[in-house]
């Protein structure tokens, strides 16, 4: 029988967070993008700011030749695919993004489909139509969809099976009022993000706490899931804790190449 083969691992910030301004960067990264020292000390970022403002697909691709081949961007989906009013979203918003999103080439990673509060599970057929355009005007067959709900009642059988239908995965939080801890059944990969111990953006997390979530990272990749975990407590620790998270899990990031651009 085959070995089975581990999966990756990819640890980061919510948005490029380093302390300090360039000048307390090391000589060799003063010169450089936040960005290029970035990749030099995490795995993998998630990209926040193509919620707010979609960027020029120059801009991917700019951010693709900062990093090293093995470094993961997961983007946000734009607000006017998932919180514009009752999920009635423009047509051609989903595939303007995809389209945008694969200039980053190889580094590309997940999408972040991140859905408001207020969106409950009466919204299924609006979610569903979302899950079908987006796997309808993916360009790569790798596709990566990660879906974050801040209702529980999206925490049903039903919802899961939709999600395995588009090969998306249900993002683990905890956000005390739609806290999700565990995976799906048979979830194509792992998508964590931390959004503080109260789901307020602030704050750290203990190494207690840490470990405990090194722990089951390593156990999902035995399993041969890749896990994308990011913490969202920007606000606070957020840079210490991924270092910490990602130092307990022996991730070593590959020291960033600036490629050419033809």
Not at 33 to 59: D, I, M
Not at 65 to 73: C, I, L, S, T, Y
Not at 116 to 136: A, D, F, H, R, W
Request: glycine content about 6%; some cysteine.
């Amino acid at each position: 029988m085959a070995k089975r083969q581990k999966g990756r691992l990819f640890i980061g910030t919510s948005n490029v967070v380093v302390p300090g301004n360039k000048l307390t960067f090391p000589e060799e990264y003063k010169e450089k993008t936040r960005l290029h020292y970035y990749a030099s000390l995490f795995t993998s970022v998630e990209v926040n700011s193509s919620f707010y403002k979609l960027p020029l697909p120059s801009t991917f691709k700019k951010w693709s030749e900062d990093v090293n081949p093995g470094f993961r961007f997961s983007f946000k989906a734009s607000k006017t695919i998932t919180h514009c009013k009752d999920l009635n979203f423009q047509s051609e918003d989903i595939p303007l993004f995809l389209d945008a999103a694969q200039h980053a080439g190889e580094t590309k990673g997940p999408i972040l489909i991140q859905f408001p509060g207020k969106i409950t599970v009466e919204y299924y057929n609006k979610v569903e139509s979302i899950l079908e355009q987006m796997g309808m005007h993916s360009p790569d067959q790798d596709r990566k969809l990660a879906v974050e709900f801040r209702h529980p009642s999206w925490y049903v059988r039903e919802v899961e099976e939709l999600l395995l239908e588009h090969d998306a995965t249900m993002v683990l939080q905890d956000i005390p009022k739609s806290r999700r801890s565990e995976p799906i059944q048979h979830a194509p990969f792992i998508y964590i993000r931390m959004h503080g111990i109260e789901g307020n953006y602030r704050g750290s997390y203990d190494d207690s706490i840490l470990e405990g979530y090194a722990g089951r990272i390593r156990k999902w990749a035995a399993e041969g899931l890749d896990v994308y975990c990011y913490f969202n407590n920007t606000m606070g620790a957020a840079f210490e804790n991924a270092r910490s998270l990602q130092a307990m899990l022996n991730i070593i990031p590959g020291k960033p190449v600036k490629r050419s651009s033809q």
